[in-house]
């Protein structure tokens, strides 16, 4: 199967990224929001990221421009092209809200098109099965897209093989790296990347040490280019506490209970840099 057509619906953080290299990689793609508001806030996103590309001669302003053009504007999913190819989901972490979209663009777009999920722990099996279990996958990016070469391609568990391949070219043609993964909660990143982030809030928490220290340890000692409490301003204290919830229900197994400072601060609205605060101000 030849994809052409791509559709993905969200155009948040990870939506635009997604755009963004979809389009460039040469891939007409609709970009689907709930309103004109949402998607004008979407296309500047990607214009200004684009213009940074341009300013280190990664692209050219033609190129730029022929970019934008393959972005097609759809407002609502009522009206997601019924010609989509591969249509990919990446709205926030929540599974009913995944579901509910899924069975209303089931009915709209071809039989044969492939649908996907950026879900970073939700079940693609549960996911899979509101809709056609054989042609769904997870296709869980990193943040940020553009950027980030891998891609971990979650087979549900009935996930055909030709789907797999379909998917695991399509990622290649991206220029990124897949890894496969089989569906269980988290995955293969967010089963090792939040629980290092949740037991450094526990190590806050008790007093263990301040929490630039901490991120000095990890960034320091182990190498990581961010500290873990900073990586969670970036990610969203919500997101993060979301991915610990579904690998705590999924598993349970008390060791990815999550942290009640983690908890309080979301309940506080302290989100990291979306809201101006989370263990850092911004």
Do not use: W
Request: proline residues 4%; glycine residues 6%.
């Amino acid at each position: 199967m030849e994809i052409k057509i791509v559709s993905i619906i969200g155009g948040g953080t990870m939506g635009n990224g997604i755009t963004h290299i979809f389009a460039m990689k040469g891939f007409y793609v609709n970009l689907v929001e709930m309103s004109e508001q949402l998607f004008n806030h979407a296309y500047t996103i990607i214009t200004e990221n684009l213009n940074r590309q341009v300013k280190k001669l990664i692209i050219t302003e033609t190129e730029k421009n022929t970019i934008l053009k393959r972005i097609n504007k759809v407002i609502s999913i009522d009206n997601i092209p019924a010609n989509s190819d591969v249509v990919i989901e990446a709205i926030y972490e929540n599974k009913e809200a995944k579901i509910a979209i899924f069975k209303k663009i089931n009915q709209l777009v071809k039989q044969d098109s492939i649908f996907a999920s950026n879900t970073s722990s939700i079940s693609i099996t549960e996911l899979a099965a509101s809709c056609r279990p054989d042609r769904f996958i997870g296709m869980h990016f990193m943040n940020p897209v553009p950027i980030m070469k891998l891609v971990e391609i979650v087979r549900g568990y009935s996930t055909s093989d030709q789907t797999f391949t379909t998917v695991k070219e399509l990622s290649q043609k991206l220029d990124k790296v897949p890894v496969e993964v089989s569906d269980y909660p988290g995955f293969i990143s967010n089963r090792i990347l939040i629980p290092m982030i949740n037991e450094a809030i526990f190590a806050l928490m008790e007093g263990l040490s301040c929490k630039e220290d901490i991120d000095t340890v990890m960034k320091l000692g182990m190498n990581h280019p961010m500290g873990p409490l900073t990586l969670a301003d970036f990610i969203g204290l919500d997101i993060c506490l979301a991915i610990m919830e579904v690998l705590y229900n999924g598993y349970n197994d008390s060791k990815y209970r999550p942290c009640p400072l983690l908890k309080k601060m979301v309940a506080a609205g302290k989100l990291g840099r979306k809201s101006g605060e989370g263990f850092y101000k911004y």
